[in-house]
């Protein structure tokens, strides 16, 4: 959504509230739908199930949050659509997974159907020393695989850590349900093929993560 848009919506919500001593939530919150709604055109790859949520986006978008069992039912919901690998292989190229961290681009209307889209992952995260502009929004992701005691990814000692990522990576809300990072499989952001080479940045021993 834009800025005037936001702009926008704020200030419709802020008129709803103004006609009440108390604001009803659902009624605030069709007001914003209301406004999103009939701001937001499909151009190109962006159409409008974008604005779309699902039960555990409108269960972290209330205005309370989600009871300890409600987050605990949305979770398992959310862990059962994790694809795992189908060749049973986790790790790919963590040089590749450098480059897709650093890229941000894609899924926006001027993108062409079919490109592959970046993982951004230095706008919420710092991942290794050698880029000095990151985000601070998500942990520090350095020494990812090294503060684990993952020195063999293949090891089956480290098997739990790597399943965890890869769920991570794939689906956050299946360990976060309100998380804000995106959920990369699940949303088909990025294929396996590059969720593998992310893995290899954050847990192969010799990636510039785990090395320096």
């Known amino acids: 959504m834009s800025i005037p848009t936001r702009t926008f919506a704020l200030a419709a919500v802020a008129l709803v509230a103004g006609c009440s001593s108390a604001p009803n939530p659902q009624e605030t919150q069709r007001v914003t739908q209301g406004v999103i709604q009939s701001s937001f055109r499909e151009q190109g790859i962006a159409k409008l199930d974008r604005l779309t949520q699902d039960e555990v986006q409108q269960a972290c978008s209330a205005e309370q ?52 889209a970046g993982g951004n992952c230095y706008n919420c995260h710092q991942i290794s020393k050698a880029e000095i ?49 995106p959920r990369f499989g699940h949303a088909g952001v990025l294929t396996q093929a590059q969720i593998k080479d992310l893995m290899a940045l954050l847990l192969d021993p010799k990636s510039p993560v785990n090395a320096q």
């Open 133 to 181: 502009s990151y985000g601070t929004i998500g942990p520090s992701l350095y020494h990812y695989g090294k503060l684990r005691g993952v020195t063999d990814p293949a090891d089956p000692r480290s098997a739990a850590i790597v399943q965890y990522t890869w769920g991570k990576l794939w689906n956050a809300k299946a360990y976060n349900a309100c998380s804000g990072m």
């Open 65 to 116: 949050p989600p009871p300890p069992d409600v987050i605990k039912r949305l979770e398992a919901a959310q862990l059962a659509t994790v694809k795992w690998p189908t060749d049973g292989v986790y790790l790919g190229d963590w040089k590749v997974g450098e480059a897709l961290a650093q890229n941000g681009r894609g899924m926006t209307w001027t993108d062409p159907a079919g490109v592959p």
